[in-house]
């Protein structure tokens, strides 16, 4: 079993920040990326951020210069710090871990989700 819990989501105003936080726990042997997604209302899943194991980063073309990936190897933790927050930003996000399980099976797990709304 692995859990995922994610935190720091609420609404915030535009030009605001917020921190993402998402903590991973259980039968974890290893991790090899985290990343964070997104979906509004009506739209697809789609790609914020990820991390490798290395700490190399990907972005997605909306957030690049706003958003920041990084992650805690030993506690298991990666974070999202959000900065010049639009309204477009508004979205469920998701903390998605790629990792291999104590039986050494690689495995794909996602988070509930936390809101984020970005509003006046």
């Known amino acids: 079993q692995v859990q995922l819990v994610e935190s720091g989501g609420g609404l915030v105003q535009p030009g605001g920040s917020l921190r993402l936080s998402c903590a991973a726990s259980?039968?974890?042997?290893?991790?090899?990326?985290m990343g964070w997604y997104r979906q509004a209302p009506g739209k697809q899943r789609e790609l914020v951020a990820t991390?490798?194991?290395?700490?190399?980063?990907n972005y997605a073309d909306s957030v690049k210069g706003r958003f920041t990936i990084s992650r805690d190897n030993a506690k298991n933790t990666m974070y999202l710090q959000m900065n010049s927050l639009k309204p477009e930003d508004t979205a469920v996000y998701y903390c998605n871990l790629a990792y291999t399980d104590s039986d050494y099976v690689r495995r794909n797990y996602w988070g509930q989700g936390t809101q984020v709304t970005v509003s006046s």
């Open positions: 259980g039968r974890i042997f290893s991790i090899y990326a």
């Open positions: 991390i490798s194991s290395g700490g190399s980063t």
